[in-house]
């Protein structure tokens, strides 16, 4: 079994290098951490009494994974839930934040359970993931990403600064698709004409 750190790193090397897109609302970022979480922190890298790219670009993948460890596995609890569920969980609340949670609380509550739609791990979400997994723990990973991954579509479909998130330039499946499919069964992924018949409104 993998262990965090080892999903971490994953994760690393999936957000890539520095970038800094104005389509992005994250703003600049490297190895999917944005100078929005850095100034949170308090990490000014280059010393210069401010928080900006210039930190952005001086962040090691090392402190980028303790950064995902701490800050987006341990204290947003992902480390409670069942272990069929914590990676994909863990790499969409870095690429998602509390929406990951909140993603999870509907398909929990559309299974039976009962759970409040907040975006925080606690109690009551915990309880209600691990019931869930316990008999069908490859069940509620797949209905999980597909959720993630429809979740993704919606975004593009509001926005259509996104969209080259959701395709790529030949219209096929773009980074957000397949990351959300990376946590997928196979037979639940999209076919390429499927995928295309899902986007053809977007021109």
């Known amino acids: 079994m993998k262990t965090v750190r080892d999903l971490a790193r994953e994760i690393v090397n999936r957000e890539g290098g520095y970038v800094n897109d104005p389509d992005d609302p994250g703003g600049a970022t490297k190895h999917g951490v944005t100078v929005h979480t850095m100034r949170r922190m308090g990490m000014d890298l ?32 992902v480390d409670a839930l069942p272990d069929c569920l914590q990676p994909s969980v863990f790499d969409m609340y870095v690429n998602a934040g509390a929406n990951a949670v909140r993603i999870l609380q509907d398909v929990l509550n559309e299974m039976g359970q009962s759970v409040s739609v907040d975006g925080i791990i606690g109690p009551q979400t915990i309880q209600a993931a691990r019931s869930a997994a316990r008999d069908a723990p490859d069940h509620i990973a797949d209905v999980y990403g597909i959720a ?26 773009g980074g957000w698709i397949r990351r959300a499919e990376e946590f997928i069964s196979p037979r639940h992924h999209l076919t390429d004409a499927e995928h295309r018949e899902r986007v053809r409104a977007w021109g």
Request: a positive charge; zero cysteines; aromatic letters at 14%.
């Open 46 to 77: 280059t010393r210069d009494g401010k928080v900006n790219w210039k930190d952005v670009q001086a962040l090691s993948k090392d402190q980028a994974v303790d950064i995902f460890i701490e800050h987006y596995f341990h204290r947003p609890h």
């Open 148 to 173: 993630r991954r429809n979740y993704y579509y919606a975004i593009a479909d509001r926005r259509p600064a996104s969209r080259k998130y959701a395709t790529n330039r030949e219209g096929g499946k």
